[in-house]
């Protein structure tokens, strides 16, 4: 986990998944490969977050994604209804 992709100013543990998600999209998809995500989780190491993200390239190959998540982490947007 030491080179974990570290994200910053997410208001929310979604905003920090939509985050993640769009990362992987720009590093994958603009080499022309599509992505499936395959598993997904969240770790702990420490006083540090992370979330590990799984996934299957078109070309076959497997790969593991390591978000630090630690400014996010526990923070829930509760929407009014």
């Given at each position: 986990?030491?080179?974990?992709?570290?994200?910053?100013?997410?208001?929310?543990?979604?905003?920090?998944?939509?985050?993640?998600?769009?990362?992987?999209?720009e590093?994958?998809?603009?080499?022309?490969?599509?992505?499936?995500?395959?598993?997904?989780?969240?770790?702990?190491?420490?006083?540090?977050?992370?979330?590990?993200?799984?996934?299957?390239l078109?070309?076959?190959?497997?790969?593991?994604?390591?978000?630090?998540?630690?400014?996010?982490?526990?923070?829930?947007?509760?929407?009014?209804?």
């Amino acid at each position: 986990m030491t080179h974990a992709v570290i994200i910053t100013g997410a208001q929310s543990h979604y905003e920090s998944v939509m985050a993640e998600y769009e990362y992987i999209k720009e590093k994958y998809a603009g080499k022309g490969l599509k992505f499936t995500i395959v598993e997904q989780g969240v770790l702990k190491n420490q006083k540090r977050h992370y979330d590990a993200v799984k996934i299957k390239l078109s070309d076959g190959a497997v790969k593991t994604i390591f978000f630090d998540i630690t400014e996010s982490y526990d923070k829930f947007v509760i929407y009014p209804q």
